[in-house]
């Protein structure tokens, strides 16, 4: 049992334990064996069924570190940060908006063609949205959260949308509420963090605030330190460890669910 004396220690990686996706790709059998996995969302929200859809998996390349986990032995608890500029959508942002489906024929296991769709991410946001998300002679946006209003992730139930993000450099994306099917796409992708807020965050922040996401596991929160505001964060619930070991398959293979290869 750790003392009350022992020190805390900080780890701090330039790539998401979150985002390292096993290199074995799922065949048909794995899929039939493993289809589904029943998950508790967050607080105060309705379970997600997540069954995933995925026919491949791929690797992400990010260089800046965006993450660290703190972890104190006395209290045996882990804290997961988040930290970077944000990037501040309204409501109903759809699936054709993150990524149109022009661009749904780009393959994300193959490492050129998933930066490629990162590159495309938020393309379809209306003019009104003055600030890019992405600049044009970039492939990685420089917002690495997202802060999004009601019904985030609405409309058609393409796995694209989160893994685009994802593929953009997007950690995490905090919403006042998420279309089901987004969320269950991002927890199965491993993409994303879809995190609820308690309010209007998207009203509260601006784009290109510099905030921070903390995770832990009774109390989250983000920071916003531009504003020098604080907001508390619904908790991700058990979808949190899926996420954490890159996707449904690699959650499954961690917990024995599947075979190891």
Do not use: W
Not at 12 to 20: H, N, W
Not at 189 to 216: A, H, W
């Amino acid at each position: 049992m750790a003392t009350a004396a022992a020190a805390t220690t900080t780890t701090t990686v330039s790539e998401p334990s979150a985002f390292k996706l096993a290199s074995h790709r799922p065949n048909s059998s794995s899929l039939t064996a493993f289809s589904s996995l029943k998950l508790h969302s967050a607080a105060n929200s309705p379970n997600y069924f997540l069954k995933s859809q995925l026919s491949t998996q791929h690797h992400r390349h990010i260089g800046t570190p965006i993450r660290s986990t703190t972890t104190t032995p006395a209290a045996a608890s882990t804290v997961n940060t988040f930290h970077g500029l944000c990037y501040v959508v309204g409501d109903n942002i759809d699936t054709d908006q993150i990524i149109p489906a022009e661009y749904l024929t780009l393959v994300p296991s193959k490492p050129d063609e998933y930066e490629k769709l990162g590159s495309y991410a938020f393309i379809g946001l209306p003019s009104s949205y003055e600030t890019r998300f992405i600049e044009p002679s970039e492939t990685k946006s420089k917002y690495s959260i997202v802060i999004g209003g009601d019904n985030f992730g609405c409309g058609s139930s393409r796995e694209h949308a989160p893994v685009a993000l994802g593929a953009s450099g997007v950690a995490a994306v905090v919403a006042e509420s998420y279309a089901r099917i987004f969320f269950r796409n991002s927890v199965a992708t491993g993409e994303v963090y879809p995190l609820e807020s308690e309010g209007r965050l998207c009203e509260e922040c601006r784009t290109g605030d510099v905030v921070t996401i903390e995770l832990g596991e009774g109390d989250c929160k983000l920071i916003n330190h531009t504003t020098g505001k604080e907001y508390k964060l619904k908790p991700i619930g058990d979808a949190g460890p899926v996420i954490e070991a890159g996707g449904i398959f690699a959650y499954a293979r961690k917990t024995g669910m599947i075979p190891s290869h």
